[in-house]
């Protein structure tokens, strides 16, 4: 796959495993940790690290790890290595979450918070993602990109989707086989 963006927009969890296109690594840096942040900032329950450290990235890059090879072998038919659904947990675990209560002004509120720093709490909500993902019975229908040169993973609105994205994968795949079908005619 040329296009190294990263493909956001399924998921939190799925855009967290897609960010290791066929040959690349799209979180090699704590720049491109920050860039990937800053694009899933919405979907996160805080601001994430303005300026995340290479321990910050160890800790996404380990739970995407993990995640990738739960899905791995949910995908194939296969019981997730026992391995991966602990360093899920233990990401979790780093940054215990807590209830905080307080009062609004008529009534009390809670809002849930983690502990730890940064990094660990921003590895904690995506080893949630990760956790609600893999139990969410839609992980059955989750697919990878039907080109051959593309292991992104999506989960369908549609039963009929193939590619991880009609405007990447998609266009080529039409446009090659377009090109086939003329070339022979040739």
């Known amino acids: 796959m040329a ?47 303005a300026h995340p450290t290479a321990r910050d990235l160890a800790a996404v ?32 675990s780093a940054a215990p979450a807590i209830r905080r209560l307080d009062w609004n002004g008529d009534t009390i509120v809670e809002t849930t918070a983690r502990l730890g720093d940064p990094g660990t709490r921003l590895a904690a909500h995506l080893a949630d993602a990760a956790a609600t993902l893999l139990t969410d ?16 993973l999506f989960l369908p609105a549609h039963p009929r989707r193939q ?12 446009v090659a086989r377009y090109y086939q079908r003329h070339k022979a005619a040739d």
């Open 61 to 92: 890059r380990d739970v995407r790890e993990h995640l990738s090879a739960a899905l791995d072998a949910l995908l194939h038919g296969r019981r997730p290595p026992a391995a991966a659904l602990r360093g899920l947990t233990a990401a979790q």
């Open 3 to 49: 296009d190294l963006e990263p493909l956001i927009g399924e998921p939190l969890a799925l855009d967290l495993v897609n960010t290791r296109p066929l040959g690349a690594d799209l979180l090699e840096t704590p720049a491109q940790l920050a860039d990937w942040l800053r694009r899933e900032a919405d979907r996160l329950p805080e601001p994430p690290p």
């Open 163 to 174: 590619w991880c994205s009609p405007d990447r994968c998609g266009n080529r795949v039409r």
């Open 137 to 152: 019975p839609a992980v059955a229908r989750i697919r990878q990109c039907a080109a051959q040169d593309c292991v992104m």
